[in-house]
């Protein structure tokens, strides 16, 4: 291809966008149009959101950070550091009781919105992704607990192994052996339950925050989905909300 | 060292040193510290249920 051939780039192309091609610009408009920026970072909320039940998927994820700090200032200093100094000490009781209040804070948000059936309005794949982020944590703070490198994680691995060979894992995922172990909790697992946070962040986002049972949500502007043409043989919209289709 | 039957209560439920305290009915087992952490979070759940919220801005 000629450079006279090559598709214009700049503001004009970014502005218009039907008219630019290639893969990024798909990727940005499908990305735009799933999550426009006054859904990312929207100015309002609905009223229904001031309960202190909404406050704790949020201290769920300030206590995941207050973790992933003090894990990474325990990753730099070694456990020759958090073993035998008082600041060691200090960074390893906050990574434990980060730990502590990021698990009692989900679940607390778990039962929230259990019972708040969380999953309607088309928002399922919230829910799943805040299940398996849930699954993942227990890992991490599992493979935490093996590498603490004391007799209590001495015996939750020779207890943990005849589990885990009892389901045939065991070669796979060696309770007894410390550096799988360590790097599938520094390495894998953190990283996985990141990025199912952050996919559960932006499906918050997306989705909206979930209504109280029998009250509809604000009026807010429909999305792509929303407005996409009714079924033909059921005169619904298949994606919509179940209260929208009465 | 006189046996003091609140301090030794109270140290009971803080003192993380030494083996844990369990509970058993019959083949449910729990250490006190689980038990006084769930039973926490109940209470922490059902506060977040009745307590009213702050007024603040920006809600439609």
């Given at each position: 291809m000629s450079a006279g051939e090559a598709t214009p780039i700049g503001p004009d192309a970014v502005g218009g966008q039907e008219s630019t091609g290639g893969w990024t610009s798909a990727l940005r408009r499908r990305a735009v149009r799933a999550l426009p920026p006054e859904k990312l970072l929207p100015d309002t909320q609905p009223a229904y959101m001031a309960s202190w039940i909404y406050v704790f998927g949020v201290?769920?994820?300030?206590?995941?950070?207050?973790?992933?700090?003090?894990?990474?200032?325990?990753?730099?200093?070694?456990?020759?550091?958090?073993?035998?100094?008082?600041?060691?000490?200090?960074?390893?009781?906050?990574?434990?009781?980060?730990?502590?209040?990021?698990?009692?804070?989900?679940?607390?948000?778990?039962?929230?919105?259990?019972?708040?059936?969380?999953?309607?309005?088309?928002?399922?794949?919230?829910?799943?992704?805040?299940?398996?982020?849930?699954?993942?944590?227990?890992?991490?703070?599992?493979?935490?607990?093996?590498?603490?490198?004391?007799?209590?994680?001495?015996?939750?691995?020779?207890?943990?192994?005849?589990?885990?060979?009892?389901?045939?894992?065991?070669?796979?995922?060696?309770?007894?052996?410390?550096?799988?172990?360590?790097?599938?909790?520094?390495?894998?697992?953190?990283?996985?339950?990141?990025?199912?946070?952050?996919?559960?962040?932006?499906?918050?986002?997306?989705?909206?925050?979930?209504?109280?049972?029998?009250?509809?949500?604000?009026?807010?502007?429909p999305s792509a989905a929303e407005t996409a043409p009714l079924d033909s043989a059921t005169g619904i919209r298949p994606d919509a909300e179940p209260e929208a289709r009465s | 060292m006189p046996v003091d039957p609140v301090h030794t209560a109270y140290a009971a439920a803080v003192n993380l040193n030494g083996p844990g305290h369990y509970l058993d009915w019959g083949v449910i087992q729990i250490s006190a510290a689980n038990l006084t952490v769930i039973a926490v979070m109940i209470v922490l759940f059902i506060l977040a249920l009745i307590l009213p919220f702050p007024k603040g801005r920006g809600r439609r």
């Amino acid at each position: 291809m000629s450079a006279g051939e090559a598709t214009p780039i700049g503001p004009d192309a970014v502005g218009g966008q039907e008219s630019t091609g290639g893969w990024t610009s798909a990727l940005r408009r499908r990305a735009v149009r799933a999550l426009p920026p006054e859904k990312l970072l929207p100015d309002t909320q609905p009223a229904y959101m001031a309960s202190w039940i909404y406050v704790f998927g949020v201290l769920t994820l300030a206590a995941f950070l207050v973790a992933l700090a003090s894990g990474c200032v325990l990753a730099l200093k070694g456990p020759a550091w958090w073993h035998t100094s008082g600041v060691g000490h200090y960074v390893n009781s906050l990574h434990l009781w980060s730990v502590e209040l990021f698990m009692a804070f989900m679940v607390i948000h778990l039962w929230g919105k259990f019972f708040m059936a969380a999953w309607r309005g088309r928002r399922a794949l919230t829910w799943i992704t805040g299940a398996v982020t849930f699954l993942a944590s227990i890992g991490t703070a599992f493979t935490g607990y093996l590498i603490q490198q004391n007799f209590d994680s001495q015996w939750i691995a020779t207890q943990a192994k005849d589990g885990m060979n009892a389901v045939g894992s065991g070669a796979y995922f060696n309770v007894m052996n410390f550096g799988q172990m360590i790097m599938w909790h520094i390495v894998l697992l953190p990283a996985a339950v990141g990025i199912l946070i952050a996919a559960h962040l932006l499906l918050v986002r997306r989705r909206g925050i979930v209504p109280p049972i029998a009250r509809p949500a604000p009026d807010t502007p429909p999305s792509a989905a929303e407005t996409a043409p009714l079924d033909s043989a059921t005169g619904i919209r298949p994606d919509a909300e179940p209260e929208a289709r009465s | 060292m006189p046996v003091d039957p609140v301090h030794t209560a109270y140290a009971a439920a803080v003192n993380l040193n030494g083996p844990g305290h369990y509970l058993d009915w019959g083949v449910i087992q729990i250490s006190a510290a689980n038990l006084t952490v769930i039973a926490v979070m109940i209470v922490l759940f059902i506060l977040a249920l009745i307590l009213p919220f702050p007024k603040g801005r920006g809600r439609r």
